[in-house]
Every structure is written in C-alpha cells, then in structure tokens.
C-alpha cells in the first residue's frame, strides 16, 4: 500500500530565506507526483506535477525535483515571502487516471 | 485553466439532515471525478471515485449507503450525506482532470458541520 510522508511536519523561516520541503513515498512505481498548497480553510491549489519520466519541474521560484528510485521528492522555495505561509500538500497517483495519494502536508509559516 | 467549482462552500445543519454538495467542470469534461475528506490536521483521504454513466467505486470503511454519489453528466458529479450525524462533520472536496497525464484540480470544499 502506497504511503506519502511529509518532513517536517511545519517549519517557521524569516522571509528571503529559502527552503526545501521534502516528501517520500514507499511505492517508486508512481505514475506522477503532485505539489499543493492549501491555505487555512480553502480548498487545494496545484502548484506542480512531475510525471514519472520527469526529474524536475520549475514554475517561478518554485522547483520541485523527483527521484522516483529512492522514493523522493523535494519542493523548494526560494526567496520565501510571507504570502508563502500555507500548507503544502505532496501527492502521488499509482497509476494513470487514480486518485492521488496525500501526505500530510508541510505547515510553513514566513515571518516578516 | 482548468476549474473545478463546488458549492456549497459552508453548510451547517441540524442531526438527521441530508446534504447534497455538488462538484462541477467548468471548462472541461471529466469521466472520473474524486471525492476526498480531510479532518482537521490531517491529510485528504479518498472517499470515492465517481464514474460518469456507472456506479461509484468507494473506499474501504467508507459506507456508500450513507454517501450517496450521483455522476449523471460529463461536469457534474454530487456527494448526498444521508441523514447526518456529528461525526460527518469535516471538510469535503472534490477533484478531477481532464486527462490523465495532467494535474489534478480541485473544487474550492466543502465544510459541513452537523449540530
């Protein structure tokens, strides 16, 4: 059964700083992994997906890598603003068309 | 973009009560839509795969005759909780693509609190 782990749990850094969030899961035979944010009380928003073949994928100061081998994923952050402060979420999907698989997200908190 | 929109955002309702929360495509079709719940501090967790045309596909532990999920059309899929209790309070979402090789996107959920 496919599990998604989520370190560390939250994380607090002074705003400018950047910051790696990672994510591992015990099943490498991933179809595609997907990065979310979640602010408190909303619902999900995607902010990359790397598909199996993939090793990374950049959106702004957003670069999430994939080692689908080793069973990880890391998110990074640079330049971190307050507006960052949410949770994010890393998913997997097993096979093509599946319901993703959640960890339980990275609480980050940017201080001014 | 892809947007996925449910309604209603908020409900709050005595014990007993039914609610029906709907989850629409709005710019594209989607032959499978996702129902998840996510309990405070905890992550999403699967519910049910809902099938346009055919019944839903629900998790284990997760009662379908208290969950009832309807799939009628290509942008619709709706989530009834039947006669709800305290317990069902949560926040619900859904989600779906429009091909399998692309992100996922979710509705905005869903939080029910039953009194």
């Known amino acids: 059964k496919q599990e998604v782990t989520q370190i560390p749990a939250a994380l607090s850094v002074p705003e400018g700083e950047n910051l790696v969030l990672n994510c591992s899961f015990t099943?490498?035979?991933?179809?595609?992994l997907q990065w979310f944010r979640q602010d408190p009380g909303k619902g999900l928003t995607s902010l990359l997906l790397?598909?199996?073949?993939?090793r990374e994928q950049t959106s702004g100061r957003l670069n999430a890598s994939l080692d689908k081998s080793s069973g990880r994923s890391t998110l990074y952050i640079a330049a971190s603003q307050p507006g960052d402060s949410a949770t994010y979420l890393c998913?997997?999907?097993?096979?093509?068309?599946?319901?993703?698989?959640f960890g339980k997200g990275t609480t980050l908190s940017v201080s001014s | 973009g892809a947007v996925v929109s449910q309604h209603p955002s908020w409900v709050i309702c005595k014990s007993g009560t039914s609610v029906k929360i709907e989850c629409r495509s709005l710019?594209?079709?989607?032959?499978?839509m996702f129902w998840y719940r996510q309990f405070p501090k905890q992550s999403l967790m699967l519910m049910a795969t809902?099938?346009?045309?055919?019944?839903?596909?629900?998790e284990q532990g997760v009662e379908k005759d208290k969950f009832l999920i309807n799939h009628a059309s290509l942008t619709l899929s709706t989530l009834t909780v039947t006669s709800a209790h305290p317990e069902d309070s949560s926040f619900y979402i859904c989600?779906?693509?429009?091909?399998?090789?692309?992100?996922?996107?979710f509705g905005d959920g869903t939080r029910l609190s039953i009194l």
């Open positions: 989600s779906a693509f429009a091909y399998s090789n692309q992100p996922q996107h």
């Open positions: 099943d490498s035979a991933i179809y595609n």
């Open positions: 790397i598909q199996s073949s993939q």
């Open positions: 998913a997997v999907t097993n096979q093509a068309g599946t319901a993703l698989i």
């Open positions: 710019d594209f079709q989607a032959t499978t």
């Open positions: 809902s099938n346009e045309g055919s019944k839903a596909t629900y």
